[in-house]
């Protein structure tokens, strides 16, 4: 080891506090320190080397070899103007890049309000949509036939007849961020239970994970439970304190749901039918992921709202947004209306460039077409691991992908609570990031290995992803013999 090594490791281990980390397991054990990438292939401190099969966070879209054109993308901002705010003030590189978003976006989801990240933009949506039906106005507040009251500001307040929209409804175990916003609009109960109360009033409905359900049951049966469900979930809240649907195009926790057939456009209907705002989760999937700009279009959701941070930049910056169609924008158009929200980094300029800098590499070097291009190699090369005992299901699509792992194929069955702690934590984290492979074994769901590389992985890299992890899946199949 090099005296850098041993010097931070010992930093690490006094100083940094990382995220979702069982800092315990450090104590002796080192940190993983990373030190460089190129391509798809991260290095650490010891000089070894890992394909990053998870793109950082499903988010290094152009991979890690575009530094120097994007530094100095950074460096020219930096030098023009290295910050000023969007609070009542615009830069060019700020509108550059809304521009930009709403030419790539579909439909006329065409204004950006942008912020650090993906849990400000999916906290800045709920917000939006609480805000946009007082905004407008009296017509959707006042079901119970309430005059609305128009306040000194030209909004709306709600009155004691005049229910206010506020809730949310969002779907079980989806990860939609940690600020206290999008945290109540999460799904997954073990993230959610040591910050209670949460922030009111958020519902979940079913998935999309069609998994373990009746193997007799059609698609066309699935997508109708589901949209009843939906629909019964926003009676039973009373539809006129609903403001807010906010969903994955595919949900990534619990391991890369894609919607079955007609699903978003029988809630694009129920939407349109109860006049709730429907928002795209897009943090993973806009940018490529799904081989197209948005996921949005991919699915055709026709989405009022859109949320999304980490391709936006190919995480080279801290950048997220809400994109809006004009007609929630409509109403804050209005000479004295505002949407009372803002971030000191939101639009940051340097952050702006990078991301209008990654959209031209980008488009350069066609990397959405890349992955539409190599989808189906990619899902045919995953499709060998299904060979292994213990891998029950493979889904997603693009370059999104997870395998569900199951303890018995045929009945489907899972593994105990104990079991699952062992095979994921006890052996495979670690066994493959020992082999040179970072992907994720995650079991906030049923237990899941999530595969989505840079977009700019080809066959090479597919077939290392498949021998690492046949390997190291086949190696877990022995052990719970
Ligand atoms: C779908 C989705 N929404 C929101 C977030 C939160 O984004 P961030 O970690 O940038 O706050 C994530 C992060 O993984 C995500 O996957």
């Known amino acids: 080891m090099s005296t850098t090594t041993i010097d931070l490791q010992k930093v690490a281990k006094d100083h940094l506090w990382m995220h979702f980390t069982r800092m315990g397991g450090y104590q002796t054990a080192d940190v993983p320190i990373i030190v460089r990438g190129d391509g798809c292939y991260l290095e650490d401190t010891n000089g070894k080397r890992y394909l990053d099969a998870l793109a950082g966070l499903f988010s290094v879209n152009i991979g890690y070899s575009f ?18 705010t969007n609070w009542s003030y615009a830069h060019p590189r700020a509108i550059e890049l809304a521009a930009e978003v709403a030419s790539l976006a579909p439909g006329d989801l065409n204004r950006a309000f942008f912020c650090s990240g993906g849990s400000e933009a999916v906290e800045s949506a709920w917000k939006l949509a609480r805000q946009f039906y007082a905004a407008r106005g009296g017509k959707a507040i006042t079901d119970a036939g309430a005059e609305p009251q128009t306040r000194h500001d030209g909004q709306v307040a709600a009155t004691a007849s005049a229910p206010r929209r506020y809730k949310a409804i969002a779907r ?87 919607p079955p057939d007609g699903y978003f456009q029988g809630v694009r209907e129920i939407c349109d039918r109860y006049d709730i705002l429907l928002s ?39 950048i997220g947004a809400v994109v809006a169609t004009d007609r929630v924008m409509e109403p804050f158009l209005g000479e004295t209306s505002m949407f009372s929200h803002g971030i000191t980094f939101g639009g940051h300029p340097t952050m702006c460039a990078i991301a209008l800098k990654n959209i031209e590499i980008m488009k350069r070097e066609g990397i959405v077409e890349h992955v539409r291009a190599s989808e189906t190699a990619f899902a045919e090369t995953l499709r060998q691991l299904l060979d292994i005992p213990i891998v029950g299901d493979l889904r997603g699509t693009g370059f999104f992908y997870a395998l569900e792992l199951v303890k018995d194929k045929d009945s489907r069955e899972g593994f105990s609570e104990q079991e699952c702690e062992q095979l994921m934590r006890g052996f495979l984290s670690n066994a493959l990031f020992d082999a040179g ?30 021998r690492i992890l046949g390997e190291v899946l086949t190696e877990a199949a022995v052990r719970l013999r």
């Open 67 to 84: 530094g120097e054109e994007i530094g100095q993308a950074a460096l020219e901002q930096m030098r023009e103007l290295p910050f000023y």
């Open 437 to 466: 492979l970072i992907c994720r074994a995650d079991d906030r769901g049923d237990p899941v290995i999530q595969i989505s590389p840079p977009l700019v992985a080809g066959q090479a890299e597919f077939d290392e992803i498949v």
């Open 280 to 318: 795209a989760d897009e943090v993973i999937t806009a940018f490529g992921r799904v081989g197209y700009w948005f996921g949005s279009e991919r699915y055709d959701i026709r989405p009022d709202l859109v949320t999304c941070a980490k391709g936006l930049s190919s995480s080279y910056a801290a």
């Open 172 to 258: 079980n175990i989806a990860y939609h961020g940690t600020t206290m916003g999008a945290l109540s609009i999460n799904g997954i109960p073990a993230l959610r239970e040591p910050f209670e109360p949460l922030v009111p009033e958020v519902r979940h409905v079913s998935n999309t994970n069609r998994y373990h359900r009746a193997p007799e049951e059609t698609e066309e049966a699935f997508t109708r439970f589901l949209l009843d469900e939906l629909e019964q979930t926003i009676v039973s809240m009373g539809p006129e304190t609903v403001c807010l649907v906010h969903m994955e195009p595919v949900q990534n926790a619990g391991g890369a749901f894609t």
